[in-house]
């Protein structure tokens, strides 16, 4: 019973510390999904500014094909913090000027979000930087002459959702591992004294000094529990195989006359040891 508390105390204990443990990881990653949030649309917001700033620069040189031109506006963007590829590209879809050949990077812009006309989109690749990309249409009169492309990196987004994660891993393991070995341990113990306690048993039986019952006289172990057992009344007297509805109790010995013999000399018995007893006194 001791035990079974001491488990029911531990199981509470251990859902407290999940519920603890759930609210913790919940609320850290609340903070930090905002946090990442606002840095998504700080980048989002640095990619539109330097992309209008490119378009508004190149309608003409676009249209007169002035090449140098347009490169130096390009050699201009890379400079910016987070720039890591920037080219612009003509009605034709031909790219005109490039930062870096070795850098191209998609234009599926299959997910992509629009926000003044200025598309962007995310791209996550083994094979490519982590970059957040950013297409602007190029006009001149009104009218559509071409396109300017960039990517920011974001290398660093999303490293906070993998801290996260892995603290809830290693966390949520040192839980169980703590919750684990405590009940191992008190596992150990119970039954390390069950072990105790039926070894102590068994050598106190081995050892105990024989008993012979005075009315039957069939040896036994001495010990106090020696002459506990059922009521008198309905100790078993005569066993029917096969049919134990017939077995014949020390109560119901009256009833059957043919066994008048046994129910004398268990009377007769039981009279010489009250008078071996009584007489000692």
């Given at each position: 019973m001791q035990i079974f508390k001491k488990n029911r105390f531990a199981l509470k204990k251990f859902l407290i510390s999940i519920s603890i443990w759930f609210i913790a990881c919940l609320?850290?990653?609340?903070?930090?999904?905002?946090?990442?949030?606002?840095?998504?649309?700080?980048?989002?917001?640095?990619?539109?500014?330097?992309?209008?700033?490119?378009?508004?620069?190149?309608?003409?040189?676009?249209?007169?094909?002035?090449?140098?031109?347009?490169?130096?506006?390009?050699?201009?963007?890379?400079?910016?913090?987070?720039?890591?590829?920037?080219?612009?590209?003509?009605?034709?879809?031909?790219?005109?000027?490039?930062?870096?050949?070795?850098?191209?990077?998609?234009?599926?812009?299959?997910?992509?979000?629009?926000?003044g006309g200025i598309k962007y989109w995310r791209v996550i690749s083994l094979e490519t930087h982590n970059v957040m990309n950013f297409l602007t249409p190029i006009t001149f009169s009104d009218t559509r002459v071409g396109e300017v492309f960039i990517s920011l990196a974001t290398q660093n987004f999303d490293q906070f959702y993998r801290i996260v994660m892995l603290f809830a891993v290693l966390s949520f393991l040192c839980i169980i591992l703590l919750f684990g070995t405590a009940n191992y341990q008190n596992a150990l113990i119970w039954i390390r004294k069950k072990e105790m306690t039926t070894e102590t048993t068994a050598h106190e039986a081995d050892d105990a000094p024989l008993f012979t019952c005075p009315l039957c006289g069939t040896p036994t172990h001495f010990s106090d529990r020696t002459c506990d057992g059922a009521l008198i009344e309905s100790t078993t007297v005569l066993t029917r195989y096969g049919d134990p509805e017939k077995d014949i109790l020390l109560y119901d010995l009256n009833k059957f006359e043919e066994l008048g013999w046994i129910k004398q000399r268990i009377i007769t018995k039981c009279a010489e040891i009250i008078s071996v007893i009584s007489d000692q006194h």
């Open positions: 609320l850290i990653y609340l903070i930090g999904h905002a946090v990442e949030h606002h840095k998504n649309n700080k980048l989002v917001k640095s990619g539109i500014a330097i992309s209008k700033d490119i378009s508004s620069q190149s309608g003409l040189p676009l249209l007169e094909r002035e090449f140098d031109h347009l490169g130096a506006l390009i050699e201009q963007a890379t400079k910016k913090p987070g720039v890591v590829f920037a080219s612009i590209i003509d009605h034709k879809n031909k790219i005109i000027a490039y930062s870096d050949q070795n850098q191209f990077f998609t234009l599926n812009k299959k997910y992509a979000r629009q926000e």
